[in-house]
């Protein structure tokens, strides 16, 4: 059976439907249009680009062996004919056709399909600003607004840039264009926190300290009102202050490309995605939609989700070539892993942070974890500063978040617990997760399966405490409060700041607590700390032992607490 | 409730149920006892401590915060009883007692018990050879042997050393004798190839390729027949030659410590190790055993299985701990993950080898992906070398193996397939696997993904063809057989191999295939080659459309085959 196959779309999703169809059905046509001139890139390779890792826009276009996927490139290499310059208008499902417009020639045309395909994707949210017009404002919308901006800057005519939104693509292009363009970027981002969404305040703030660190200008809980200037952008007027600015970024979330779609008469999500089956099938059988233009679901929550991110998109995109050709295949949904990198660390994470988890309607927990990513007698190491979602009462795992220097380990451990999300685990499931193990590479018991161990222990209450953002709370009022913290760790480490805070800091080492019980400090709340959270929680498992039960044992340890930057 | 727990072995598995142990019963008694002096230390890690890596032989004894696990340290800081060189001589089940005898002392003792643990490892197999007792021949049966070889090694004694086994330890010990001390080091292994029963043939070849690559000289295939010297070892004659040597190490596997268990009635598996259900506990229900003594299931087979793994035993210790103290965790077995790092790159797995899958019955084929871990346009990436090992007809994925340079990345994807592997995957399930992305960790299109496609199209029979070792074989016998290479790349890469090869090696570029039918090789064979298997899949279908079915895909592409070391 010969049919015909027109795409809308010819970035991520749309070629590799197209080839993984034409490979399975060499005898079908394949018509792929697209709006833009520049088709077929890695978009999530544009901040490389602004940066100068990947020194040329043409890079992202490439195959691995060097080919530009252009128009040439699909129709000799792939069969596949493709359309740039070319806009569809309108679709009309009971015809089977789309009105599409040469851009170039200005000329309509109409397009018989067989089966439709719309990899439409995703527009950066652009806020309804004064000024948000101006030139020097970028949305990033794909390859050919990034090569402007990149033209921009190598001008040398960028001192000052403003980011409008402090989520992955934020953060991603103020590094770009702080790292090597040593251009002066802020950083501005209405929610209290980068990355709202995905990681926790805890999180963030170690993410944010690290972004500070390197120069770039942060501004959380700020409201952009107003881009100003005349002819071009020269400040950003926010809730606060007023930045002066060559160029402004909006990065402030996308949109689905939905309105053809919405238009044609299919199922429209309420937050304005296209509806597909788990076959990536929209409400006309006719039609597949897959990427960001789609909605799918979030298999932690089991309900409809939304994930904008490129690998989704080409992994969605051979499931449709595959149906498009009569298979079955689907695409199962995800739960929603992230990796971005912050200049010499990674943050990455999977499933639900605890905020978006309590908005999901879980009563949810938090358990951290310091540790290295080796053996920790072996010389090379780094390490992973993990928090855990779980849900209270049932033990369920919702999600894992972390921050490392040692990126591909701290993406390998969130990668193994993704891959069981789905399926509901409890934390026995992480305490027994088999992970590869020898020194180089591990330790014998790796902080996936103690995070295991502390969400168990804190589930059954034996495990009673607070994360680093919370203590920096208590600590900051220690005056006004009846708290004492309790360090458990060796002399050395304890009597700087036993000697600094001589009410407030005590110390008791967990190992020969029990010979030293006269020297427990009494306060109405006791906060026992060690390096990392396990010598502290041994400490509270004696004092319990011995009637004191009200301790609070600082999760994390010192180690993360230092990471969130709580300066003792 | 009260009671009282005798423990024998305090290494890994036994420290671990005894702390663990401690901590929910407090006012419960334990006793750990050991015949050596020395307890408590990683293992796993004597060869970085052999290399150097790991300056002290203390620092395998150490915590994260540096304490000693000693006698004291367990007594004072845990509250367990610990007893050094003393042995174990046997248990009374009915009486619930342990004969020990105190080996400084020579003094016997009857030790009552309400549970008891037995944590007894393993030792290595020592082969009935001629000269086996020899001055100068180690099994690094613990870290004090380990400190004697060190110190043999330190005072520069050792020009030659000759280890029998190329199994994990034997490659960690080749390494650490090569790499610093510069010794000329052989490892004689009597199977065909290094790792047997981990990696496939192809796999063991590349890793061959990077020892030898660093000076380490392998003997494969070889049988010692005796080890020979007048008062201390000097040569080692094998099946093959005599090898000079001031110093044997025997690395030919381990086995189970289980004659106490066996002499006290309890079951024990054909292979000699300790009958445990998934709570840990023996055919006595007062007796616990784990570690390397006992045989858990194998995840993959259903079938009892042998794991002799640090990382094991540490994670059985806490479930035996924790049902010491009443508790019902479930230990549920294992796919047999490993990782082994050889000089710069690493070498990991999970799951089953294509041999020890056709051994348990499965009709297996092989995969192979040989693809960056990063995207592939980012400037830092390394390549993964990766062979999954799938079941005919089902497509059920039974293990995966791989090698790079990239050790983290590669651990990454090992312990995300062996975090499914219990749940019986298929194909699918790793062409849709959800991993972190972002360019400077991985591509859109993971090689794990990829794994799953490439699996899936040689199932439905797309993509036919062979791995490196076979590509290898044909290629040596070209001149006898009907068998032409079709090279799909570039004019670039195919040109240098046409030209040196011109009846053999001829060049159609997969894109422009269509347009070139007529320079399409006529031969019984042809063999499909590009650089990683993706472009010569393209054109075996091209071919197949146009009636030529007589081709075969080189699997893994040139890239594998360099990497197998085959010199074209």
């Not at 309804?128 to 607004?145: F, T």
């Not at 920096?472 to 700041?497: F, H, S, T």
């Amino acid at each position: 059976m010969s049919q015909r196959v027109v795409i809308i779309g010819a970035v991520a999703l749309g070629p590799k439907a197209a080839c993984r169809f034409k490979r399975l059905e060499p005898d079908s046509e394949v018509i792929m249009i697209d709006e833009n001139e520049i088709i077929s890139y890695g978009g999530c390779g544009i901040p490389y680009y602004v940066s100068g890792d990947v020194s040329e826009a043409k890079e992202l276009q490439s195959t691995t062996f060097h080919m530009i996927r252009d128009e040439f490139f699909f129709r000799e290499a792939k069969g596949v004919q493709v359309r740039t310059r070319t806009r569809a208008l309108s679709i009309d499902p009971s015809a089977k056709q789309v009105l599409v417009l040469d851009l170039e020639k200005n000329h309509k045309d109409l397009l018989h399909y067989d089966k439709l395909v719309l990899s439409t994707g995703s527009r950066p949210w652009k806020p309804r600003l004064p000024g948000v017009n101006l030139p020097g404002v970028y949305a990033i919308s794909g390859l050919e607004e990034a090569m402007q901006l990149k033209e921009q800057i190598s001008m040398g005519s960028v001192g000052k840039a403003v980011i409008v939104g402090a989520g992955l693509i934020g953060l991603e292009m103020s590094e770009a264009l702080t790292d090597l363009w040593g251009i002066e970027t802020s950083v501005v981002e209405i929610a209290p926190q980068v990355l709202p969404g995905f990681v926790s305040p805890d999180m963030a703030r170690m993410a944010q300290n690290i972004l500070e660190a390197n120069n770039v200008l942060l501004y959380t809980g700020e409201q952009v009102l107003e881009i100003q200037g005349s002819e071009k952008v020269q400040r950003v007027k926010t809730s606060q202050r007023v930045l002066e600015a060559d160029m402004v970024i909006l990065a402030a979330g996308v949109r689905p490309n939905s309105e053809l779609a919405r238009e044609a008469g299919l199922e429209i999500s309420p937050h304005g995605a296209i509806v597909v089956d788990k076959q990536m099938r929209t409400s006309d059988k006719n039609i597949f939609a897959g990427g960001d233009c789609v909605q799918i679901e979030n298999l932690v929550t089991g309900r409809p989700g939304y994930f904008p991110m490129g690998s989704m998109a080409n992994r969605q995109g051979r499931v449709i070539g595959t149906n498009l050709a009569g298979g079955a295949d689907e695409f199962p949904g995800a739960a929603g892993s992230f990796v971005v990198k912050i200049f010499d660390h990674a943050l990455a994470g999977t499933g639900l942070s605890p905020e978006t988890a309590r908005k999901e309607g879980f009563h949810a927990f938090s358990a951290y974890v310091a540790q290295y990513d080796k053996s920790h007698f072996y010389p090379e190491k780094d390490l992973l500063y993990l928090e855990l979602v779980v849900e209270h009462r049932t033990g369920r795992i919702l999600g894992l978040q972390g921050l490392s220097t040692g990126g591909d380990s701290l993406k390998g451990r969130i990668d193994a617990v993704a891959a069981i999300l789905p399926s509901k685990p409890a934390t026995m499931d992480l305490s027994n997760l088999e992970v590869a193990y020898s020194p180089p590479f591990g330790s014998a018991m790796d902080a996936l399966n103690n995070l295991g161990h502390v969400a168990e222990n804190m589930l059954l209450g034996r495990n009673r405490g607070i994360g680093p953002g919370e203590f920096a709370g208590i600590w900051q009022e220690r005056d006004k409060r009846d708290v004492v913290v309790m360090d458990c760790r060796g002399m050395d480490n304890a009597y700087p700041l036993v000697e600094k805070y001589p009410e407030k800091w005590q110390h008791v080492q967990s190992e020969t607590l029990e010979a030293n019980l006269d020297k427990v400090p009494r306060a109405g709340t006791l906060i026992l700390v060690c390096n990392n959270g396990g010598r502290s929680y041994e400490a509270q498992l004696k004092l319990a032992k011995i009637g004191i039960t009200s301790t609070l044992n600082l999760h994390g340890g010192m180690a993360m607490l230092k990471k969130w930057g709580l300066d003792i």
